[in-house]
């Protein structure tokens, strides 16, 4: 499955950005998908995942109640609303695919990833 992210760009602390990540090239709601993140200096973390159905999810705690993750099966897109963003979300954010079993928050359970998208939180 290819996957294409977007939707970042340069917000000032407290705002607001969704990423996208469409899918294509195989059968979109038979696999989970996750969001991770690379900030500069560190290494990929995880952010936040999503079950086949779209019924389950799990978000690390630094992004609880801040950080939405989401799917519409129908066209083959994962998004991740972020609110009340902060300095220390700055990263390149990275969707990913994989089949089960996985576990959800580890990223080499994911087969498939996008390029990623960057979102700089300016102070």
């Known amino acids: 499955v290819q996957l294409q992210a977007s939707g970042g760009g340069l917000v000032q602390a407290g705002d607001s950005l969704r990423l996208s990540c469409a899918a294509s090239?195989?059968?979109?709601?038979?696999?989970?998908m996750g969001w991770f993140r690379q900030a500069p200096g560190k290494e990929r973390e995880f952010v936040a995942a999503i079950n086949r159905s779209g019924s389950s999810t799990y978000n690390v705690d630094s992004v609880k109640g801040r950080f939405t993750i989401s799917r519409d099966n129908a066209k083959n897109t994962v998004y991740l609303q972020m609110n009340s963003l902060i300095p220390e979300d700055t990263a390149v954010y990275y969707c990913?695919?994989?089949?089960?079993?996985?576990?959800?928050?580890?990223?080499?359970?994911?087969?498939?990833w996008g390029h990623g998208t960057l979102v700089t939180v300016s102070s």
């Open positions: 990913a695919a994989g089949t089960y079993p996985l576990r959800l928050g580890t990223e080499g359970d994911y087969k498939y």
């Open positions: 090239g195989r059968t979109f709601s038979n696999y989970a």
